[in-house]
């Protein structure tokens, strides 16, 4: 399986940055695409951002414009800068992977790291 590690949340004003970044380790396995979702209180998880190894990306809405995601395929890693960010976007973070084990290239897995807080208020 794959472990993920995210870091970088914190509290920040309204207006401010933060970036986020997600490292993913383990062994023999080939990342397929890697996003970032949250989950607000009361609310459902939603996607905020994704990527594909071939570096294809896609954004909610709420957050075109002022997200962008990345990734270094060389250290299986996927960043997530936010600029002017919003009290609404405050949430819990999640990184998510999809990836195949090189054992079975033809199914794919998805891992989820633990969650990183993201608090935008004055």
């Known amino acids: 399986q794959v472990q993920l590690v995210e870091s970088g949340g914190g509290l920040v004003q309204p207006g401010g940055s933060l970036r986020l970044s997600c490292a993913a380790s383990?062994?023999?396995?080939?990342?397929?695409?890697m996003g970032w979702y949250r989950q607000a209180p009361g609310k459902q998880r939603e996607l905020v951002a994704a990527?594909?190894?071939?570096?294809?990306?896609n954004y909610a809405d709420s957050v075109k414009g002022r997200f962008t995601i990345s990734r270094d395929n060389a250290k299986n890693t996927v960043y997530l800068q936010m600029n002017s960010l919003k009290p609404e976007d405050t949430a819990v973070y999640y990184c998510k992977a999809v990836f195949s084990l090189l054992s079975d290239i033809t199914m794919e897995n998805e891992d989820w790291g633990q969650g990183t807080q993201v608090t935008v208020s004055s």
């Open positions: 383990g062994s023999d396995f080939s990342i397929n695409a």
């Open positions: 990527i594909t190894s071939g570096g294809s990306t």
